[in-house]
């Protein structure tokens, strides 16, 4: 008796091995793809940014140098750090909000029955899985100088002399309006699966007490879709901060450093910019990386804290 | 069974290491080898000298040239032999031991370093001294102008010794009298802030920038009266110098050699159709005539490489006069200019065959576009940042200038 349970552990053990296994080797292929690719760089990222490294193979540890060089003079308008870090919270802080904004009032028209939404839905998807490069193009020409944008802004009174992207003022509005009309198609899908999933009662149950459709909205829709909302904000507060590809093809971060981006600079630092040799400065680049790594981590920090408050979980 | 396999294989192996060691590939890292012409003819050109030797061009997009190669040598790719675009690429290459000094090797067989007219100089590492790398290519800035847009207007040709203000007069005569465009400023810094560098003595990078004044002026009142596209809408539509000229709507255009090949292969390919000639680029009075600014490319021994000797073979061939015929032939410029290789350029198939472009294949001076040295890169960055500020009126000159010096005094004092 006693033999036959420990034979059974035996067996069940070895089956839990072999199903450990099988889950490893299905595990293994993508986790080794993150380990090359995404983990190992990062470590060696924060490495380097303590070391002086241009590529071959002298590297020498500078300690805090490369720090203290991204932060001398720091200034919101003189220093490449400072003016690429205030583009980049301006970028965020009109992009995310107008974003979700734009995506939920999309999903709030076409969760109802109009006719056609799917359709509708599909068009507002498309910028999504559209190729940047020829988005950011055609946006380009539409804000040129006498492109279609300006005609019509000319026509009710404005004075539009320049292209959006020649403008020191407009070029970052150009970059967060591409942006918005981008993504906001992407949140839209999580906001209609976010509205699928408010309960039909409570509106039931607010028509009851007599609630307007404005109330309806602020008391029910909203509450309810706040755990999407909080979801959106975080993925999309991350990524705006790694915007790169929208500028790289629309400005190169100019004109002057009007839209020099963290990512921009980091670029700059390791592989140049137009016309500009490789600088090699892998260090220094590496350095505002964990500037940019920081910061992050703070806003999805500070984010996560706050949930409790204002997302609702039913 | 099994043992005749193993030696089957081993014999299969043998024969196949023999046949490579025989026949050597090297392997050249140079940029749209595709469709540059002379990458072509070099290759064709050395395997015609050296049967034994097989050239394969590892093709790398323009663009990403200076990260992908850099990124290459660091990681110790086999690639034999890498063309030098930036010369401060070449600078940190050798400082990190990632290519190969040539002295030796140039002492050893008395290499001729005399015919590159001092462009062979800006190879020289400033860390220690030694020759990293040979140029095959001196590109110097000239005048293309379309000879059919010229005649339309009644306008003469222009000559080799014009000045700046006779440049912009011409300019506003062909724009009034054909509307066609007078002239065209490609979007790069170089096209209008480094005439100031014709002289041999300024520099883009030695902090001091009122020289530029005079140019960004004559750009900004030829811009004003619509005798050039303008900065902005350039920018915006992203469009190319190539496309620019070929249309057949401007009539000049300063721009570096290299143009002309392109250009001679659209008129081939019947992408473009027109009469053109090239003409030394204008110059200040105090000037002398003929004065230009250019770079060269080069070629440089990977320290990854394993055929060091048949790299240096055909580094040093490529950079020959034999070299620079091959490479003239294609309407491209060789660095080692002599009366024969000058002669080979002007008999190039489509190149024009006026006195005035015959004598403006040999300029009177060329001045480095970029000078190597400490802190230049991030001076560029900033010369280039209020450049597109300038050009897109966004400062005034003087502000714009006065941008320039103070952010490019923080990379001197260093």
């Known amino acids: 008796m006693t033999n036959d349970a420990a034979t059974a552990r035996r067996t069940m053990s070895k089956l839990e091995r072999h199903n450990t296994l099988i889950a490893y080797s299905f595990l293994a292929p993508n986790f080794i793809g993150f380990v090359v690719f995404t983990l190992i760089p990062v470590i060696f990222s924060f490495v380097l940014a303590f070391m002086d490294w241009g590529g071959g193979e002298n590297v020498t540890f500078v300690g805090l140098d490369n720090f203290r060089y991204i932060f001398k003079d720091f200034s919101f308008t003189r220093s490449n750090l400072g003016i690429a870090l205030k583009n980049t919270v301006f970028y965020t802080l009109m992009t995310v909000p107008l974003t979700l904004v734009s995506a939920m009032a999309l999903a709030l028209v076409l969760n109802k029955a109009v006719k056609g939404a799917n359709f509708f839905r599909a068009v507002f998807f498309f910028p999504y899985v559209a190729s940047l490069v020829a988005i950011c193009v055609c946006w380009n020409f539409l804000l040129m100088k006498n492109g279609p944008i300006n005609q019509m802004l000319n026509a009710i009174g404005f004075n539009m002399t320049k292209s959006w992207t020649s403008s020191r003022d407009l070029a970052i509005w150009a970059i967060i309006i591409v942006s918005v009309w981008r993504n906001a198609g992407y949140y839209m899908v999580m906001y209609l699966a976010g509205l699928q999933g408010v309960p039909a009662e409570l509106y039931e149950a607010a028509t009851m007490d007599g609630a307007n459709g404005w109330q309806k909205f602020t008391k029910v829709t909203l509450p309810m879709l706040t755990p999407t909302t909080f979801f959106c904000s975080i993925m999309m507060i991350i990524s705006c901060f790694k915007i790169y590809d929208v500028v790289a093809i629309m400005t190169q971060g100019g004109p002057g450093r009007s839209t020099k981006m963290l990512v921009t600079y980091i670029f700059e630092l390791s592989f140049g910019g137009e016309g500009i040799a490789t600088s090699a400065q892998y260090g220094v680049a590496s350095a505002v990386s964990m500037v940019l790594l920081a910061i992050v981590l703070l806003v999805t920090f500070v984010q996560f804290r706050g949930e409790k408050k204002w997302v609702n979980y039913m | 069974m099994k043992k005749l396999v193993a030696v089957l294989l081993s014999v299969m192996l043998l024969a196949v290491s023999a046949c490579a060691m025989a026949q050597t590939t090297l392997t ?62 070449l600078q940190n290459w050798s400082k990190e031991g990632l290519v190969v000094p040539m002295d030796e090797r140039i002492a050893a067989e008395s290499y001729d370093m005399t015919k590159y007219a001092g462009m062979d100089a800006c190879y020289v590492s400033l860390a220690d001294g030694k020759q990293y790398a040979l140029p095959f290519r001196a590109d110097y800035w000239v005048m293309f102008y379309n000879k059919d847009l010229f005649d339309q207007a009644g ?36 096209c209008v802030a480094n005439w100031a560098v014709c002289d041999g003595v300024n520099t883009l990078a030695d902090g001091e920038y009122s020289d530029l004044k005079y140019f960004y002026e004559l750009y900004q009142a030829l811009e004003d009266d619509g005798v050039c596209m303008s900065y902005d809408e350039l920018k915006a539509s992203g469009m190319h110098y190539s496309g620019a000229f070929a249309q057949g709507n401007v009539a000049m255009m300063p721009m570096g050699y290299w143009y002309a090949s392109t250009l001679m292969g659209y008129i081939k390919d019947g992408t473009a159709s027109m009469n053109w000639g090239i003409a030394a680029v204008p110059h200040l009075e105090s000037v002398p005539a003929g004065s230009s600014f250019g770079s060269p490319t080069g070629i440089a021994i990977s320290a990854s490489s394993e055929n060091q000797d048949e790299a240096w073979k055909f580094a040093a061939w490529m950079c020959s006069e034999e070299g620079a015929k091959v490479i003239a032939e294609t309407g491209t410029r060789p660095a080692y200019v002599s009366d024969a290789v000058a002669a080979v350029m002007a008999s190039a198939e489509g190149f024009p065959t006026d006195e005035t472009t015959k004598a403006a294949l040999l300029p009177t001076a060329i001045a480095l576009e970029w000078p190597i040295g400490d802190g230049v890169n991030e001076i560029k960055t900033a010369v280039n940042e209020e450049h597109t500020l300038i050009m897109t009126r966004e400062l005034t000159i003087d502000e714009g200038i006065a941008e320039m010096e103070a952010r490019a005094a923080e990379f001197l004092t260093k």
């Open chain 2, 155 to 190: 306008v003469a040709y222009p000559t080799n010794d014009w000045t700046w203000e006779e440049y912009a007069a011409i300019a506003r005569e062909i724009t009034e009298k054909t509307g066609a465009y007078g002239t065209h400023y490609h979007t790069w810094t170089s």
């Open chain 2, 28 to 89: 050249v890292a140079g940029w749209d080898t595709a469709t540059t012409p002379y990458y072509a003819a070099i290759k064709a050109g050395y395997e015609a000298a050296n049967p034994d030797v097989t050239i394969e061009w590892v093709d790398l997009a323009s663009q990403d040239y200076n990260i992908k190669a850099s990124t290459m040598l660091s990681g110790g790719d086999t690639t034999d032999l890498y063309c030098v675009k930036e010369l401060s690429d």
